[in-house]
């Protein structure tokens, strides 16, 4: 099977511009989760979305916002760029049935630069 | 308040030895438990998952899981150069949190030769 993709690799933006970040989980996959991650703060967990609805959501302003498709395939988008944005965004997969606990399985990321 | 914390490194061993990371956790109510590993620059990938308590091992590694002492840890034996990366605990709890990982803030390995 194929793995998570994301797009695109690398971004760079100026402050105030907004971003669309996409990810395409693995084949199967009805979970996915978006991280932040900064030198700073490691691995910030964003939100997750599973058979279209937010299931999850972490502690980021209302700027950071998603949504996912029919297909599973996810979008993230993040308005009004700050400079604490840079960061690498990382998109995770899992089958999530209703039992849950499965793995997650990550893309290789966007990294985000914001100048 | 669902913590994950990580031993603090950097954590240096020669090629050969075996190395270990340790990772403790903060709420009982826990379901499952992953280590990834992170080169610099790239991705976190998963090396070992494990749900029950005792060991689990899998090639050179073996993953050491204490749900009653919250604590979940990594063994890598005869460790290799290719080795050195920063390793990330991640628990994922049952309830409410369904789907969400969290992580540990990673202990950086160095294995030199």
């Known amino acids: 099977k194929a793995g998570v993709t994301q797009t695109p690799r690398y971004l760079i933006k100026t402050r105030g511009q907004q971003v669309t970040l996409s990810c395409s989980p693995i084949?199967?996959?009805?979970?996915v989760s978006w991280y932040q991650q900064t030198p700073g703060q490691g691995l910030q967990f964003l939100f997750e979305y599973f058979s279209e609805t937010q299931r999850n959501k972490g502690n980021f302003p209302g700027r950071f916002s998603g949504r996912q498709f029919s297909n599973s395939r996810s979008e993230m988008n993040v308005s009004t760029l700050e400079l604490g944005d840079s960061a690498l965004y990382l998109c995770a997969s899992s089958l999530e049935s209703s039992g849950g606990g499965e793995t997650q399985y990550f893309g290789p990321g966007t990294r985000l630069l914001v100048l | 308040q669902k913590e994950v914390e990580q031993n603090s490194g950097p954590l240096s061993v020669p090629e050969g030895a075996i190395a270990s990371l340790n990772c403790t956790y903060s709420d009982r109510v826990s379901q499952s438990f992953f280590w990834y590993r992170q080169y610099s620059g790239k991705s976190p990938e998963l090396i070992m998952s494990?749900?029950?308590?005792g060991d689990k091992e899998d090639g050179r590694f073996t993953a050491q899981l204490n749900k009653a002492s919250q604590y979940v840890s990594l063994l890598i034996r005869d460790s290799q150069p290719s080795d050195s990366a920063t390793y990330l605990c991640a628990v994922k709890w049952r309830g409410s949190t369904l789907g969400r990982l969290y992580f540990g803030r990673g202990t950086q390995l160095t294995v030199w030769p």
């Open positions: 494990i749900y029950s308590n």
């Open positions: 084949s199967g996959h009805r979970s």
